[in-house]
C-alpha cells in the first residue's frame, strides 16, 4: 500500500491520516475505529456504509479515502450512543424500528442529511433520501413512521 | 475497488490537465468514483481527483443551460427552471448516496449499458466542451457515437455539457424500467417531440439500457415526423426499433428485453407529445 497522508475532520475533529491510494472511505474508517460504518456489500448496493460528506450522504464503500481529503465526515458516532442517544436513535428505538440493526445507522445518517436540510420532509422526500438504506429485517414501516413521529414531536407540519 | 497506486489533488482544470498530461496512460481522472469498481485496469493507475477543479454548476446560457461536467446527480435534480427537463432523469437515477456521489462528466465519458444521461443527452440535442490546448465542442451525435474516451487525449477532460431549453411547442419525455427502484437500468428511452398545429415537426428518440450503447432511432423518428400525434402513429413507429442485439441480463430473457425497450420509447415518445400539446415541455 502506497500511503500518503490526507487531512479531514471526522466528527468535529481535524485528522491527519495515512490513507492508501485505492483505499475506500469505509476501510479507512473502520480502520481507525469507526466501526459504526457498516459493510454490507461493498459495491454500493445496500448503504450500510452510509456516511455524510461535506453535508450530503454518500456511500463509503464507493468513495475513495482521498475524496474524502480537506472534507468534513460525519458517522454515527458523532449523534450518540446508547447512555445518550441523538432524538433520531431514540425515534428508530422506542418505535421498535430496529431489529438487528445493521442497517440502522446508514438509515440514521441519510434521515439526518435531510433533516439537515429540511425540518419537516414529506413522505415522498423520507422516500426519496432513504431509498438507498436497504432493511433487510423491518419492513421499512416502523421505520417510517418512527420518523414520521419525530417531526410531528418537534412541532414540524408536513 | 480498481487500485490506484498514487492520487493528485489538483486545484483547478489547467493543474488537473498538466497532471494527466504528464502521467499519460498511467493518470486517471475521477469525478465521482462510483464507477470504478467497475473498470479493471492490468496496471494499477494515479486519480486524480477532480473534486477541486471547479467545475461544477449550472447556468442558464444561450437559450439553454450549461453544466459543469463535476455537477452532481443531486444538484441536476434540485434545479429547477423553465425548459429544464434533466431532474426527471436524476429523479429515477439510482439512490440518493449515488446521486451525491455520481457527476453528469462521469455518467456519460465512459458509457456503460446502463447509464441514463446518454440517452437523454441524445435526445435533447446536447453538445460536449472538451476542455484541451485546443479546445472543442462536439455534437452528443458524434460524441456517444463510441465510447466518448476514444475522443480524449491525454490531459484532455469533459469540461461541460449544453442542454438546449425545451421550449413552447416541445415536449420531452423519459421512461426507465429497473427490477426494483434502485437497479441498474434495463431500458432508459428519451424523446424530445416539437408539435405545430397537431402535427408532429420534429422528434429526437434514444434508446439505452436494452443494447450495450445508447443509440439514436432514426427510423422511428422519421416515422413520427409529419404525422398528427396520435397512439397508433407512436406505434407504427416503435415498431421500426426493429432487431438489435438485446442485452443478456440475469433473469430476463432476450424476448422481455425487446419489450421493455419498446414499451419504454412508445411511453416516452407518447410523454413527449403530449407535453408538447399541452405546453408542459
Ligand atoms: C449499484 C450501481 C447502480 C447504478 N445504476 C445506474 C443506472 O441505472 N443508470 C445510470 O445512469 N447510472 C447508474 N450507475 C452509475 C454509473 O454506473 C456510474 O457509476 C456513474 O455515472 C459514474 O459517475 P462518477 O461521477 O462517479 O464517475 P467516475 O467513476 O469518477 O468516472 C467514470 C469514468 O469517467 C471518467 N471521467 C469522469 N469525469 C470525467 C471528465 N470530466 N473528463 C474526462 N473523463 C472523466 C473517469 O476517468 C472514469 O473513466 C450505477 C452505479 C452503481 C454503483
Ligand atoms: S457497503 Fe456500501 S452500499 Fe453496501
Ligand atoms: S434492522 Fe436488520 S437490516 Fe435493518
Known sequence: ?????????????????????????????????????????????????????????????????????????????????????????KALADEGAVQCGYCIPGMILSAKALLDRKAAPTDEEWSLHLDGNLCRCTGYEKIQSALRKLVAAQGGDQ | MSVFKDFVLPR????????LKQLGAEGMPVAGGTALSFLRHKEPKVA???????????????????????????ALREFAAP????????????????RNQSTLGGNITRVFAWCDFPVALLALDASITIASDTPRAVDADEFFAG????????????????????????????????????????????????????????????????????VRLPAVEQALVGRKGAIHVVNEAVALIGTRTWRSVAGFSQDYIRH????????AITDAWKAAVEGRA
Open chain 1, 1 to 89: 500500500m502506497n500511503a500518503k497522508t490526507i487531512q479531514l475532520t471526522i466528527n468535529g475533529e481535524a485528522r491527519s491520516v495515512d490513507v492508501g491510494a485505492g483505499e475506500s472511505l469505509l476501510h479507512l474508517l473502520r480502520r481507525i475505529g469507526f466501526t459504526g460504518v457498516k459493510n454490507g456489500c461493498d459495491e454500493g448496493a445496500c448503504g450500510a456504509c452510509t456516511v455524510i460528506l461535506n453535508g450530503r450522504t454518500v456511500n463509503a464503500c464507493l468513495t475513495f479515502a482521498f475524496q474524502a481529503a480537506g472534507g468534513r465526515v460525519e458517522t454515527i458516532e458523532f449523534l450518540g450512543n446508547f447512555e445518550n442517544p441523538h432524538p433520531l436513535q
Open chain 2, 12 to 19: 483547478s482544470v489547467d493543474e488537473a490537465r498538466a497532471a
Open chain 2, 48 to 74: 486524480v481527483d477532480l473534486s477541486r477543479a471547479g467545475l461544477s454548476g449550472i447556468a442558464a446560457e444561450n437559450g439553454g443551460f450549461e453544466i459543469g461536467a463535476m455537477t452532481s446527480i443531486t
Open chain 2, 83 to 98: 425548459g429544464w427537463v434533466l431532474d426527471r432523469v436524476a429523479h429515477r437515477f439510482v439512490t440518493q448516496q449515488i
Open chain 2, 147 to 214: 465510447q466518448p474516451v476514444r475522443l480524449l487525449k491525454a490531459g484532455e477532460l469533459v469540461r461541460s455539457i449544453h442542454v438546449p431549453a425545451v421550449r413552447a411547442g416541445e415536449g420531452f419525455g423519459y421512461r426507465k424500467h429497473t427490477r426494483v427502484e434502485a437497479d441498474f437500468s434495463q431500458a432508459t428511452a428519451a424523446a424530445r417531440v416539437k408539435v405545430e398545429k397537431g402535427v408532429i415537426t420534429g422528434a429526437r428518440v434514444a434508446l439505452g439500457a436494452s443494447i450495450p450503447m445508447p
Open chain 2, 260 to 267: 421493455l425497450a419498446s414499451v419504454a420509447v412508445a411511453d
